[in-house]
C-alpha cells in the first residue's frame, strides 16, 4: 500500500526534478570555476557546496571573500540571501510538519530553491496526497538536483578556467526562476503578490546585505493575503 | 586572498545558518495547526520571494558589472512569457536558454 505509492511519488518526483540539472549543473559548475579562480582549493570548494548547499549564498559569500569583506559581514550577507529559506520551511510545514523529527532534518537540509518551488507546486496542484508521499515526492525532486550540485562543484573546481565566460552561465538561474513564476501565478491575488515584490525589490535594491529582498518577499505575502480577503479570492 | 581558518569558519557558520533557517519552522512547528493568517500568508512566500530575486539580476545583471543588458533581457522577457502562457517550467527554461544562447552567439 503506502510503500508501493511512495516509490511511485519518489518517481515522479525525480522525473519533475530531471529537467532542473541543466540548470543546476551549469550553475554548481560556474560556483566551482569562480571559487577556485577566487583562490579557494577543491576540498574548500566542496566544502561549501556541502555544507552550505545553497546557489546564491554562496556566490554572495564568494564575492565577498574576493573584496575581502570582514568575515562577519561574510556571513550576515549571505545569510540573509538565505533568508527566504524561513519562509520555505514555514510554507512546506502544513505539508511535510507531521513527519518524524528526523525526517524533518533530512527535508530541511534539501530545502533549497528549486526541491521547495518544485514540490510546493506539486503539493498545491494535488492536495488529497498523504504525508509520505508527499516527503517521498520531496526526496524524488532532490535526487536529480542535490547529489549533481556536489558532482559539478567538483567538475567546475576541476575543471578552472576553461569555461569560457561569454557563454552567459551566470543567466541559467534568473531563467530557472523566471520559468517558475509564470505557472505561479495562478490567482489575481498571487499577480498582485508578484508585482508588488518586483516593484518593492527595485524600489529597495539599494538596501545593504540584500535586506531588499527581504522587504520584498515580506511586502509581497502581505499584498498577497490583502488581495485575497479583499478581493474574496478562493486561494 | 584569505587564510584557511577564516575560510572554514564562513562556511561552517554559514552551513550552520542556513540548516537553522530552513529547520526554523520545520523542525520546531512540526505538525501543530497554523492559524489562518499565518497559512494565508505562506500562500504567497514563493509568488513573491522568488520575483524579487531575479527582478534585479534581470535589469541589473551581475556579470555586465550591473548594466542593462539586452540579451539577457530578452531572455527574461521570452522565459517568463512562455512560462506564463504555456505554465510549463520546462518548455520556458528551454525557450529562455535558446534565446539566450542564440543571441549570444549573434551579437
Known sequence: ?????AMSSY????????PFLAVVGPFAMLFGVLATEAGLAVHETMGFSIVVIAGAAQFTALQLLNENAP??????????????????????TPHLGPLPLWKRGIAAYFLVDQTYAQSILDCERNPDQTTSEKFAYFL?????????WYLFTFLGAILGESIPPSLGLDFALPIAFLAMIGPMLRTPAHRIAALASVILALAFAWLPYNMGLLVAGLGGMIAGAQAEVRLGIKP | ???T???WIIIIALGLGSFGLRFAFLGLVGDRAMPEWVLRHLRYTAVAVIPALVAPLVLWPTAT????????????IATF??????KNVFAAMGVGATVLVSLSLML
Open chain 2, 1 to 3: 586572498m584569505t587564510d
Open chain 1, 71 to 92: 568575515t562577519l559581514v561574510i556571513i550576515a550577507s549571505a545569510l540573509a540571501v538565505n533568508l527566504r529559506m524561513a519562509m520555505y520551511s514555514a510554507s512546506i
Open chain 1, 11 to 18: 518517481w515522479r518526483g525525480v522525473r519533475d526534478g530531471l
Open chain 1, 1 to 5: 500500500m503506502a510503500a508501493g505509492t
Open chain 2, 65 to 76: 558589472g550591473g548594466e542593462p543588458d539586452p540579451t539577457r533581457l530578452a531572455a527574461a
Open chain 2, 5 to 7: 581558518t577564516q575560510l
Open chain 1, 140 to 148: 524524488g525532486v532532490m535526487t536529480p538536483i542535490c547529489p549533481p
Open chain 2, 81 to 86: 512569457t512562455v512560462g506564463y502562457l504555456t
